[in-house]
């Protein structure tokens, strides 16, 4: 009796063993990367936000990621309101159990926002749909934010009923909270 318990024992500690190293092995690969640009991509579907992501490279061991030439567009607009060359992020768990999170850093390269009113008044982000954020349930997912740098970033508006549009070129941005004391640095080089 003993020898089949310990037969059985070491068939599940090896079958164990496999999944574990299956598990680290696609944590690691080009598959996972790609599962999570999906999750990403369905997730913003939800708010009626249509996605295009270049690159995703997620290092969950470091727990970092990184996304390379990324477009956000509103409903089924051909223009994006939202593109970038790069994202980096490095998180840190403050608590498991009840979702608590830290996002360390935050690197945007090259954002471009556009925001655009057409002549009827209606804006070119107005069919972004947010009440599925207004309807989660108390004790969601807790983030908080360490450091967030924006590099060389866009903002280009035009306000058709007004006629008025402008551009604010290579904004850059660093926010770092600390205790007791906050610093934020804007430095714009070129606006019109």
């Not at 727990?63 to 994202?87: D, H, K, T």
């Not at 090259?110 to 599925?132: C, Q, R, W, Y």
């Amino acid at each position: 009796m003993w020898r089949n318990i310990r037969r059985a024992l070491f068939w599940l500690l090896l079958i164990a063993a496999i999944g574990v190293i299956a598990l680290i092995g696609w944590l690691n690969s080009a598959s996972f990367d790609r599962f999570v640009a999906g999750r990403i991509t369905r997730e913003l579907s939800q708010l009626n936000i249509r996605a295009e992501i270049g690159h995703v490279d997620v290092r969950p061991f470091d727990l970092s990621v990184e996304i390379r030439q990324m477009r956000l567009f509103a409903g089924a607009a051909s223009s994006p309101f939202f593109e970038l060359a790069g994202l980096d992020a490095e998180m840190k768990i403050l608590d498991l159990f009840n979702r608590r999170f830290e996002l360390q850093r935050l690197r945007l390269s090259e954002p471009t926002i556009n925001l655009f009113v057409d002549n009827h008044g209606k804006s070119n982000v107005a069919d972004i749909d947010l009440t599925s954020l207004k309807e989660r349930p108390a004790g969601e997912t807790e983030i908080e934010i360490g450091h967030i740098a924006i590099d060389g970033g866009t903002l280009v508006f035009n306000h058709q009923p007004s006629r008025l549009s402008g551009e604010a070129r290579n904004l850059e941005l660093q926010i770092r909270p600390e205790p007791e004391t906050r610093r934020i640095t804007l430095n714009a080089r070129e606006v019109y």
